[in-house]
Structures are given as structure tokens and as C-alpha cells.
T-cell receptor, first 111, second 113 residues
Framework: QKEVEQDPGPLSVPEGAIVSLNCTYS??????FMWYRQYSRKGPELLMY????GNKEDGRFTAQVDKSSKYISLFIRDSQPSDSATYLC???????????FGKGTRLSVIA | DAGVTQSPTHLIKTRGQQVTLRCSPI?????VSWYQQVLGQGPQFIFQ???????GRGNFPDRFSARQFPNYSSELNVNALLLGDSALYLC????????????FGPGTRLTVT
């Protein structure tokens, strides 16, 4: 079992839809949870950064962490064609532990 | 403020050759991490440096090495290149090692033929 599981998609939605992206993980030591957006052939761009369980909202994006279920989510409201990209979840423990990434979910928002 | 910069953008090498990739972190960031991203996969951790010291190493062979300079920039070296080393090499910087947000550069795309 991989430490971080993420459905690679592809996921295709109409413009304006609410998008739900998810990751599950097996390492209970993970405390820091991130979502990155990566456009084709570019570096990942940090979207959301959360610590421990709970919700965090930033504009059209909401990140949720449920440590009891080892499950994290990213919601995108009012999705736009410019949101079309690969979304990577990443997590790490405390101290000098590196980021562990999911495979990424490829999202297409159709105008 | 400039983000993380990496050079070169693209590189084509032949099997058995050596390559050096460079990274400049965001101003004020003292930690640099290197990741390898193979097509269709998430980035995989190679090294982390903080204040010129290696703070972590991923599951990569000794052909991979890195260093960090007094100005916090970093180099990743790969010797005896294999076809399987073809990937996007990403550098990420953060203020501290181990915690806090990591910001990625655009990457260096390495093709080994």
C-alpha cells in the first residue's frame, strides 16, 4: 500500500461545477497537508497549506483534513477553464520529514 | 519578489554522462529540497539541505549528490546517467527545514538518450 493514494482521473466537469478532489493516506504521523496545482510542463504551485484536522478556505478553494479517517479533500467552487490542471496532494510529518506526494488528479473544466 | 529559479530549463544528455542542475531559492529561504517527477507521477523526494547541511535523503542511488552554497543556492549532480533518470527535476525552497510551506521552481526537464 502506497503512503498516499490519489485517483489520477482524468476528471472532466462543466464550467461552474463544484469539484471535489481527494487523497487518502496510511501514515498517522502526517500532520501537514498541502494541495498543489501543476499546469502541463510547469512546476507545482502551492494552493493550500493546512496543519492537522479541520477546514481552510481561500477564495474558491476549501481544503478539509480528517485525520481520524486519514482523508483529505480539496473543493473548488465555480470552476473555471483556467482551473484545468493536475492537482497534487502532499503531506509530511513533524521535524525534517520530506513531502510525500500523491500521483495527482488531472482535471479538465469544459467551457 | 522573484520565486524559485532553476537552470537550465531543458537538457538532453547521453547515457553515462554527468549533469549538474542549479537552483536559487526565494530570498530569505534557507532550505532547499530536490524532487524528481517522472511523467504521470507525483514528485519524489531526493534531498533536503538547510544551512548548507544535508538534512534528509530519499531512496535514490549514490549517483545522485547535491550541495548548498553560502548564499543558499543549490546544485544537484547526477553521475553515470541512465535512461530512467529522464524526468522533471524540481527544486523547492522553504524558510525552515521540515516545516512550513515549500515553494517550487519551474523545474529542469532532463532527457537521457
Amino acid at each position: 500500500q502506497k503512503e498516499v493514494e490519489q485517483d489520477p482521473g482524468p476528471l472532466s466537469v462543466p464550467e461552474g461545477a463544484i469539484v471535489s478532489l481527494n487523497c487518502t493516506y496510511s501514515n498517522s504521523a502526517f500532520q501537514y497537508f498541502m494541495w498543489y496545482r501543476q499546469y502541463s510542463r510547469k512546476g507545482p504551485e502551492l494552493l493550500m497549506y493546512t496543519y492537522s484536522s479541520g477546514n481552510k478556505e481561500d477564495g474558491r478553494f476549501t481544503a478539509q483534513v480528517d485525520k481520524s479517517s486519514k482523508y483529505i479533500s480539496l473543493f473548488i467552487r465555480d470552476s473555471q477553464p483556467s482551473d484545468s490542471a493536475t492537482y497534487l496532494c502532499a503531506m509530511s510529518g513533524s521535524g525534517n520529514t520530506p513531502l510525500v506526494f500523491g500521483k495527482g488528479t488531472r482535471l479538465s473544466v469544459i467551457a | 519578489d522573484a520565486g524559485v529559479t532553476q537552470s537550465p530549463t531543458h537538457l538532453i544528455k547521453t547515457r553515462g554522462q554527468q549533469v549538474t542542475l542549479r537552483c536559487s531559492p526565494i530570498s530569505g529561504h534557507k532550505s532547499v529540497s530536490w524532487y524528481q517527477q517522472v511523467l504521470g507521477q507525483g514528485p519524489q523526494f531526493i534531498f533536503q539541505y538547510y544551512e548548507k547541511e544535508e538534512r534528509g535523503r530519499g531512496n535514490f542511488p549514490d549517483r545522485f549528490s547535491a550541495r548548498q552554497f553560502p548564499n543558499y543556492s543549490s546544485e544537484l549532480n547526477v553521475n553515470a546517467l541512465l535512461l530512467g533518470d529522464s524526468a522533471l527535476y524540481l527544486c523547492a525552497s522553504s524558510v525552515l527545514a521540515g516545516v512550513g510551506e515549500q515553494y517550487f521552481g519551474p523545474g529542469t526537464r532532463l532527457t537521457v538518450t
